[in-house]
């Protein structure tokens, strides 16, 4: 099966993507290095204005978008924080779908990027359904975390930031939520350190995409249980799970 991600747009990302959000610090943390017995690397990914890596999907995805048009997305607060400020630099509207329960902090940060912040259902999968359906009747873009190759490509620019240090790596642990920083990355680990083990990691309270992998079928979760807002998901996306397998 050949991969949806293509090295050299990853490449090209680059250029796309706000350098305040690139080339994050990487380094040996020497207390977790100790306490796990091996060489832990940590890579830090809150130095900038959104306090996570979703600047380099939101830009890489934005970057293709006219001057004057209006993209919609869902989210549980980091993208849409993301696309606010992506969008506001290009001159673009943004509309935010984000759950009832969606941290408040969040949704005032993404209307003080400026985005307009619409809350429909209970949890981020509610809220994914609504934008699709808003997007669709009044023919605006839409962005989709992870289901998007451009979000994918752009959290992919980590993968290659880590292959730049000067030291083999055994093993590379990422957040896995909807899946587009999981497979970013390891499509740059796997095309030039194909040693090197890529490990998604799940919250408890969020279970469905490792389980999905897992069992290699699709396994929605009926309600999820979590503090970590960014990686609860119910739904799985099927093009994100087939790209895990490769």
Do not use: H, W
Not at 62 to 91: D, F, H, I, P, W
Not at 118 to 124: A, H, V, Y
Not at 131 to 150: G, H, P, Q, R, T
Not at 220 to 233: M, R
């Amino acid at each position: 099966m050949k991969s949806r991600l293509s090295i050299e747009n990853i490449k090209n990302a680059f250029n796309n993507i706000d350098p305040v959000f690139l080339n994050t610090p990487q380094f040996i943390c020497d207390p977790l290095s100790e306490s796990l017995g091996c060489k832990t690397i940590l890579k830090v990914e809150t130095l900038n204005p959104i306090r996570c890596f979703k600047g380099r999907s939101a830009f890489n995805y934005v970057s293709k978008l006219k001057e004057g048009s209006t993209l919609v997305c869902a989210s549980a607060g980091n993208l849409g924080q993301a696309v606010a400020y992506a969008c506001t630099r290009k001159n673009i509207k943004s509309i935010i779908f984000a759950s009832k329960n969606a941290n408040p902090l969040k949704i005032e940060r993404m209307k003080s990027l400026g985005a307009e912040v619409i809350l429909k259902g209970d949890d981020f999968d509610d809220a994914r359904i609504f934008a699709k359906k808003y997007a669709l009747e009044n023919s605006f873009d839409l962005i989709e975390d992870s289901l998007d190759v451009e979000t994918c490509e752009g959290a992919g620019t980590i993968g290659m930031e880590l292959l730049n240090l000067d030291t083999t790596l055994d093993a590379v642990l990422v957040a896995l939520g909807n899946g587009g920083l999981l497979t970013g990355v390891a499509r740059c680990i796997k095309e030039y350190s194909p040693n090197t083990e890529v490990i998604g990691v799940v919250a408890k309270g969020a279970p469905a995409m490792a389980d999905s992998f897992e069992k290699s079928c699709l396994i929605n979760s009926e309600s999820i249980d979590t503090i970590a807002d960014g990686i609860a998901i119910r739904n799985p996306i099927p093009e994100v799970l087939e790209e895990m397998k490769i």
